[in-house]
Each structure stands twice: as structure tokens, then as C-alpha cells.
């Protein structure tokens, strides 16, 4: 079975919070939804859905913006027949100290997130 990635790792967070990064930069997440969430009765994507409502007062507060949402249709490079995943999205972030924050906010809406899904990858990214 191939290992999935939900949520960041106390050693993945470490070796973020000491990048020398500044300004703003990119997330892109790769975005694999559960076909039913067993507590919600519903589908990943919908329960994703739950939680982009629920993170938005969070995003405007840090000044973070979504650059681009999308739904991945076809592979030109890569493997075939397969679907890797079901959303691409790209955020950008005004620092890194703003992303900090408010992942860090006590009331950050990470299990709605983690609900979600069955994988996802979050790769930093500048210009």
C-alpha cells in the first residue's frame, strides 16, 4: 500500500520554521479527497468543502491569497490511467510568519482538513 501524507510532521515543521525564507511564497497542494468520511456521512470533497469555508476567515486575516483552484483532467507526462488527484490548489502567502501564525491559531481549522482527505502533498514554492 502506498504511504499517504496528511498532515505535517513535527521534524517537517521544524526544518520549515528554520528555511531562511522571506517574503511571500507559494503552497501548492496536491489534494487526494476520501470517496465517504465516516463521521460526516459525506463525500472528501464536500467535507473539503467545510473546511475552505471554515479556513477563509483565517486566510483573510493573514493576508493569504488563493491564486488558483483546479481539478486535475488529464496527465500529458506521467503515468497513465491513473488519477493521481482530485484538486490542485495554489495559495500565496504573505510571509512565512504569517503562514506560522495562523497555522498556529488555536482555532485553525486542520481536522476539518485532515477529514478530508486520503492523501495530499503541500510543497513550498517561490519566484
Keep these: 500500500m502506498k504511504e499517504q501524507f496528511i498532515g505535517v510532521t513535527p521534524e517537517q515543521f521544524q526544518d520549515f520554521n528554520q528555511l531562511p525564507l522571506e ?52 496527465t500529458l507526462i506521467g503515468p497513465q490511467n491513473t488519477k493521481e488527484w482530485d484538486k490542485i ?20 481549522p486542520k481536522a476539518l482538513r485532515s477529514r478530508a482527505l486520503e492523501d495530499s502533498r503541500l510543497i513550498l514554492c517561490t519566484s
Design 23 to 74: 517574503g511571500t511564497f507559494q503552497m501548492v497542494n496536491l489534494l487526494k479527497f476520501k470517496v465517504h468520511v465516516e463521521e460526516t456521512g459525506t463525500s472528501g470533497a464536500e467535507a473539503y468543502t467545510e473546511y475552505m469555508k471554515a479556513v477563509t476567515p483565517f486566510f483573510q486575516e493573514s493576508k493569504a491569497k488563493i491564486v488558483y483552484i483546479g481539478k486535475p483532467l488529464f
Design 89 to 108: 490548489l495554489i495559495v500565496e502567502y504573505a510571509s512565512k510568519e504569517a503562514f506560522l501564525k495562523m497555522i498556529s491559531n488555536q482555532g485553525y
